[in-house]
């Protein structure tokens, strides 16, 4: 079956700007979870959801914000773009995160802000 | 708190030669621990999966154990190869507050 999608693959802004990503998660999987990742650095959690609803929320500034639809694709909004929101952005799916399912990631959205 | 700790930060190791990854976690209660891979660009990719009850856990050349009573857990990779460059991050889960918590990472690297 066909894995995580994430669109666009890269991404280049100016700072100021805001940003729309997009995952579509594997068909049947309810739970997408949001992650940044910069240079070197782990992955850092920024929120998931699980049938349309925010089930949990990293330590991330409301500049960034996400939605789940019905048939549980998701996107997640940066607004007010700073240099410091260069990134690597990746989504996961699971049938549960927070019950220790696998997680399936995409291939990510590199964000670059100039 | 719910934490999970890896070590080393980074590794380099010669082509052929193993080597063996850290991961020390106070989730509790424990759930599961998974290993997962990531490649330079991409998403990581799930190597292992261990539970309560398991010691032991092979995927070809890496081999995952579990301590339960000491809260740690290893990753052993045999004959590296220079595909197995990457990062490689522990990720605990706890049923009990239903969390996932992810380590930082070992970046490995493998010289020819």
């Known amino acids: 079956k066909a894995g995580v999608t994430q669109t666009p693959r890269y991404l280049i802004k100016t700072r100021g700007q805001q940003v729309t990503l997009s995952c579509s998660p594997i068909?049947?999987?309810?739970?997408v979870s949001w992650y940044q990742q910069t240079p070197g650095q782990g992955l850092q959690f920024l929120f998931e959801y699980f049938s349309e609803t925010q089930r949990n929320k990293g330590n991330f500034p409301g500049r960034f914000s996400g939605r789940q639809f019905s048939n549980s694709r998701s996107e997640m909004n940066v607004s007010t773009l700073e240099l410091g929101d260069s990134a690597l952005y990746l989504c996961?799916?699971?049938?549960?995160?927070?019950?220790?399912?696998?997680?399936?990631f995409g291939s990510g959205t590199q964000l670059s802000v100039l | 708190k719910n934490q999970v700790e890896q070590s080393p930060q980074s590794l380099i190791i010669l082509e052929g030669k193993n080597c063996t990854l850290q991961?020390?976690?106070?989730?509790?209660?424990?759930?599961?621990l998974r290993w997962y891979k990531q490649d330079t660009g991409r998403g990581p990719v799930s190597l292992t999966i261990m539970t309560f009850s398991e010691n032991t856990k092979s995927n070809g050349r890496y081999t995952a154990t579990l301590d339960a009573d000491t809260k740690q857990s290893s990753l052993h990779i045999t004959a590296s190869q220079l595909s197995d460059s990457a990062s490689y991050i522990c990720v605990v889960s706890n049923t009990g507050g239903f969390k996932t918590i992810f380590g930082a990472g070992t970046r490995l690297f493998v010289k020819a």
């Open positions: 068909s049947g999987h309810r739970s």
């Open positions: 991961c020390n976690y106070t989730v509790s209660p424990f759930s599961n």
């Open positions: 996961a799916s699971s049938l549960d995160r927070d019950r220790g399912e696998k997680l399936f």
